[in-house]
Nanobody, 115 residues
Framework: QVQLVESGGGLGQPGGSLRLSCAASRVRFSLGAMGWYRQAPGKERELVATITSDGRTNYADSVKDRFTISKDNAKNTVYLQMNSLNPEATAVYYC?????????WGQGTQVTVSS
């Protein structure tokens, strides 16, 4: 079965960086799109970034030019490099695989940005 396992969350400093990883099992990177979503306390889950099978990326306006999504097909891993962190980035971050007829989600990893 499909498995998405996030790692790399934790405490980040304002202005600092964190890199999230998503190890994907039984996922065909050539199909659909991988992505990251986040859910802050008391807020709805929102899109952060996506990357398609051919490498096209899309970002939420709030993270554009600060966050970068990438993938390593050989390692079946998706990354989210987060720079210039601010407290608004505090949330649970979820890795996703959307095929067009199924959506798969990881369990999430907590990111807290605080001094």
């Amino acid at each position: 079965q499909v498995q998405l396992v996030e790692s790399g969350g934790g405490l980040g400093q304002p202005g600092g960086s964190l890199r999230l990883s998503c190890a994907a099992s039984r996922v065909r990177f050539s199909l659909g799109a991988m992505g990251w979503y986040r859910q802050a306390p008391g807020k709805e889950r929102e899109l952060v970034a996506t990357i398609t099978s051919d490498g096209r990326t899309n970002y939420a306006d709030s993270v554009k030019d600060r966050f970068t999504i990438s993938k390593d097909n050989a390692k079946n891993t998706v990354y989210l490099q987060m720079n210039s962190l601010n407290p608004e980035a505090t949330a649970v971050y979820y890795c996703t695989w959307k095929t067009g007829w199924n959506d798969y989600w990881g369990q999430g990893t907590q990111v807290t940005v605080s001094s």
